[in-house]
Every structure is written in C-alpha cells, then in structure tokens.
C-alpha cells in the first residue's frame, strides 16, 4: 500500500527565514494531497488540499508544490514567524484506498 | 473555525478493561473517522462511520473495537477488553462528504495508556 516519507522530523528556523518540508510518497495512482498543522493541545487544522492537477498552490505565508514525478510533496515557509511553531503532516490519498495516508510529521520551532 | 472537540484529552486504563473515547464532530457534518497513531509511528486510518453503518475498516480495526453514534450524540469509540498494544493517541475526525478531497476536521486527541 501507499508509504509516505516526512523529512526532517524537526526544523529549526529564525523568525523571517524560510523553511522547507518534504513528503515522498510511493503510489503513482496518489491523486489527492493535504497539509496539516497541529498547534499544542489542538486538532489538526487543513492548511491545504492540493489536487494533483495542480503543481504549484500559494497560500498565506507558504507554497506547497506538487513534483509527480519524483511523487513529492513539499511544504515551504516564507518569512517564519512564532505562529508557525507547530507539527507540520502531509497526507495522501487515491481514489480506492481506505482514508488517508499520513507522514510522520514535522515539528518547527521558530524562534526570533 | 469548525471544531471537532475529544474527551477526555488522556485517558489511563488497566488491560482488560472497556473503554470508550468520546468525539464531539462538527455539527450538521454526517461522515465520521477515527485514527491512531502509537507513539513514534504515523498516524494510521482505523474506521469510517456514516447513517449509522461502518463503511470502511483498516485491519487496524480489530474485533475488540466498535464505533457507534446513538442519536446524534457523541461518536464513540469502544475498546473491549484492551490490550497493551492499544496504547495510542486516537483521533477523531469529521466531513461533511466523502468525496476524496473533502476537509476533514480533526479534534486534538485522546491519548489512552493501557498499563
């Protein structure tokens, strides 16, 4: 079945740098992809879903871009600051598997 | 933003006994999850529940688990009798479709130790 390969597991990063987040995945029929992000004591809260039509999304203070090709999804932090302190997930799916498959997660500390 | 709330946040437990973690899902949302994730591992896909009905398991989903939402209340999930190896954070997470690229809603966790 579908594997999913996050690196790093911890990212250090100084307030206004940038940041980068991979996921590896391994099932060319992954159609679906999403990022997570868990703030302390809360749920995991969808930063981005990303279809795989799609290489390159943009949203508020990241882009996440799409490369089926080596199957990778990646997550880049523009201008980090304190508020991007959490656990970062990426999650895949296709359209016959059981719910999603997770990475292992990405812990950023931000720090000024 | 929508939330998806879990109680309680920890939960310790002796092996053999019932357990059952309570999720609150976002209202007016019709499809339910639960996930796990054991310490240091990802986290894996358990179970989904929709009109009352398991529509889909992983084998995750052993015959000691069961999923249940009596009357719009809270969706649960019931363990009888633990084991050691049910020690686990377990996620609840809620949609208001199925479709692929639905949002799921996620609460923050119920972490059951089971000594």
């Known amino acids: 079945g579908e594997q999913v390969e996050q690196r790093p597991p911890h990212l250090s990063v100084r307030e206004g740098d940038s940041a980068v987040i991979i996921c590896t995945y391994t099932?060319?029929?992954?159609?679906?992809f999403f990022w997570y992000k868990q703030e302390p004591g809360a749920g995991l809260q969808l930063l981005m879903k990303?279809?795989?039509?799609?290489e390159i999304n943009e949203g508020q203070g990241f882009t996440v871009l799409l490369n089926k090709k080596d199957k990778q999804l990646s997550l880049n932090l523009t201008a980090a600051h304190p508020g991007d302190s959490a656990v970062y997930f990426c999650?895949?799916?296709?359209?016959?598997?059981?719910?999603?498959?997770f990475g292992l997660g990405t812990r950023v500390s931000v720090f000024p | 933003g929508p939330k998806v709330l879990q109680i309680p946040s920890h939960q310790i437990i002796d092996m053999g006994q019932m357990v059952t973690l309570n999720c609150d899902p976002v209202?007016?949302?019709?499809?339910f999850y639960w996930y796990k994730q054991i310490l240091g591992q990802q986290m894996e896909f358990l179970v989904n529940?929709?009109?009352?009905?398991?529509?889909?398991k992983s084998k995750l989903f052993k015959d000691q688990f069961s999923v249940e939402r009596p009357d719009g209340s809270y969706f649960t999930l019931k363990i009888q009798p633990t084991a050691l190896e049910d020690s686990a954070v377990y996620f609840c997470?809620?949609?208001?479709?199925?479709?692929?690229?639905?949002?799921?809603?996620f609460g923050s966790g119920t972490r059951l130790t089971v000594l």
């Open positions: 997470a809620s949609s208001s479709d199925r479709v692929s690229a639905e949002t799921l809603y």
């Open positions: 099932d060319p029929n992954s159609y679906y």
């Open positions: 990303v279809f795989s039509s799609t």
């Open positions: 999650a895949v799916r296709n359209n016959y598997a059981q719910g999603l498959t």
């Open positions: 209202s007016n949302h019709l499809y």
């Open positions: 529940f929709y009109n009352g009905k398991v529509m889909e």
